[in-house]
């Protein structure tokens, strides 16, 4: 066995710039400069989409490592006292807990790691939206991993032709199941369908059960209770050589799906798939975005990044976006644009209905 390389992408809302838009640029640099030379790591990029930092980060420690964790901690502390200084909006609004207990998940950031030994080339792509939540990775990974019509390698490649094994995550019980596809595709449709509840965690080869793609699942507003911030999601996929192509990988953002979200987490819309420089959600704080980065990985060297979405192929996907996005927002406060009442994180419901008590009549009686 060659040595194992574990890719860890931690991001966190530390602090907004200006309102839920972007990161100031000194809170990147003061990651960057904290991850630098790091001796626990071999490698590390720091980025961002919207208002949310990302640490892309590889080591040797395997997953849930918690040095590696509690440096990512650490970094997000010491922006948040920046972001504090500078009155950024929302500073430290991820960061749910005062202390850290040697693992960050449930603790606010999101998270999403995978190990694996390095092929002879390695390249992946590693997804970052803002303004939505880790189910908006459903539909895209099925169609990367199980769907045919996007991934021509499910046909013709015969590496790839005994299909994938889906993880998927209940986030109100907490509890996964395994999908074996093509074989369990109406049946994995069933639940991947209801992604506010249902989010596909990791996908497996079948043939050789090696890791392929792994996201982010935390549920900050069930996490906390109460509404802190939207768990705007991360994914990493290893593409090529019995995986999914580059281009099969980041095919699905060509049509641009609804997802739930954008203004105070609380619409739904599409989401858009954008280049670094135009990933700041802007109108009516959105609609929700997605950038692509991809790298070659060298002994867990991250070569990189590559900007993929933006490129003028994803010009009309953008269009798209732009044109839906028009249409949900003419229908103002009323469902399907407003999500339903249940998947809300701001409502006036209770105190509007307490405030009418009086004056609803009880026609049962
Ligand atoms: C959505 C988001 C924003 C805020 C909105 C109101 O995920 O971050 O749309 O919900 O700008 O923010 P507050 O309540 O902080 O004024
Ligand atoms: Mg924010
Ligand atoms: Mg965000």
């Avoid at 299909?163 to 049946?187: A, M, T």
């Avoid at 003028?312 to 999500?339: C, Q, T, V, W």
Wanted: hydrophobic content about 40%; proline content about 7%; glycine content about 10%.
């Amino acid at each position: 066995m060659g040595k194992k390389i574990t890719v860890t992408v931690i991001k966190a809302d530390i602090g907004g710039f200006v309102g839920h838009s972007s990161v100031h640029p000194d809170l990147i640099e003061k990651a960057r400069g904290m991850l630098n030379g790091n001796p626990i790591l071999i490698d590390s990029h720091v980025t961002h989409v919207g208002d949310d930092l990302n640490l892309i980060m590889t080591h040797e420690g395997g997953r849930n490592n918690g040095e590696v964790h509690q440096l990512a901690w650490n970094i997000f502390q010491s922006c948040t006292e920046l972001a504090k200084k500078m009155k950024l909006y929302g500073a430290g609004q991820d960061l749910l807990a005062d202390a850290f207990s040697g693992n960050i998940k449930g603790l606010g950031p999101g998270v999403a790691e995978m190990e694996f030994e390095e092929r002879t080339s390695e390249p992946i792509v590693v997804f970052m939206a803002d303004k939505t939540e880790p189910g908006a990775w459903n539909l895209p990974l099925y169609k990367m991993f199980a769907d045919p019509f996007n991934t021509a390698g499910l046909v013709i490649d015969p590496k790839m032709h005994n299909g994938f094994d889906f993880e998927v995550r209940d986030l109100i019980k907490n509890r996964k199941v395994i999908f074996s596809c093509p074989e369990d595709l109406y049946d994995m449709l069933v639940f991947i369908g209801a992604p506010g509840r249902f989010c596909i965690k990791r996908v497996f080869h079948r043939d050789s059960g090696d890791i392929c793609a792994s996201s982010s699942t935390q549920r900050l507003n069930l996490m906390a209770g109460r509404y802190i911030g939207k768990d705007d999601p991360v994914l990493i996929v290893r593409c090529q050589s019995g995986f999914p192509a580059v281009g099969e990988v980041l095919e699905p953002f060509a049509h641009p799906h609804l997802v739930s979200g954008w203004m105070r987490g609380s619409h739904s819309g599409p989401l858009m798939p954008v280049g670094l420089a135009q990933c700041n959600p802007t109108r009516f704080d959105g609609p929700p975005r997605v950038v692509a980065l991809g790298f070659q990985l060298a002994d867990g060297k991250l070569h990189g990044p590559q900007d993929f979405f933006a490129d003028p192929s994803y010009d009309r996907a953008r269009e798209k976006a732009n044109f839906i996005a028009e249409y949900m927002r003419s229908m103002g406060p009323f469902e399907p644009h407003r999500l339903h009442l249940d998947e809300m994180e701001y409502t006036t419901m209770p105190e509007v209905t307490k405030k009418l008590k009086e004056r609803f009549i009880d026609l049962r009686k």
